[in-house]
């Protein structure tokens, strides 16, 4: 699973699993975590804050499920390549 400020998402997600009787262990990165560590210098670290860092650009749309996943999905691929 890769999410932006994975901890908060997991306290959802598990809590899903446990309402259905399963226990949820799966390993996970955070773009936060890692953004935190490659970028000390940014005064924010959130999802827009790491893209525009990354793509010298501000994504076009934010704070909808399926964009926020594919600009997650963008910046894990570009935060885990150096």
């Known amino acids: ?4 400020y994975a901890d908060f998402d997991l ?3 598990g809590c899903e699993f ?3 009787g399963i226990n949820f262990r ?3 990165y955070c773009t936060l975590a890692l953004g935190r560590k490659k970028f000390p210098e940014l005064e ?15 994504p076009r749309i934010m704070h909808r499920a399926l964009e ?6 963008k910046t894990w691929l570009r ?4």
């Open 1 to 4: 699973m890769v999410s932006h």
């Open 11 to 13: 306290l959802f997600v």
């Open 18 to 20: 446990k309402r259905l």
């Open 26 to 28: 799966q390993p996970y």
């Open 44 to 58: 924010r670290h959130n999802l827009g804050s790491l893209y525009k860092a990354l793509f010298k650009e501000e």
């Open 68 to 73: 926020d996943a594919r600009i997650t999905a």
């Open 79 to 82: 935060l885990d390549q150096g």
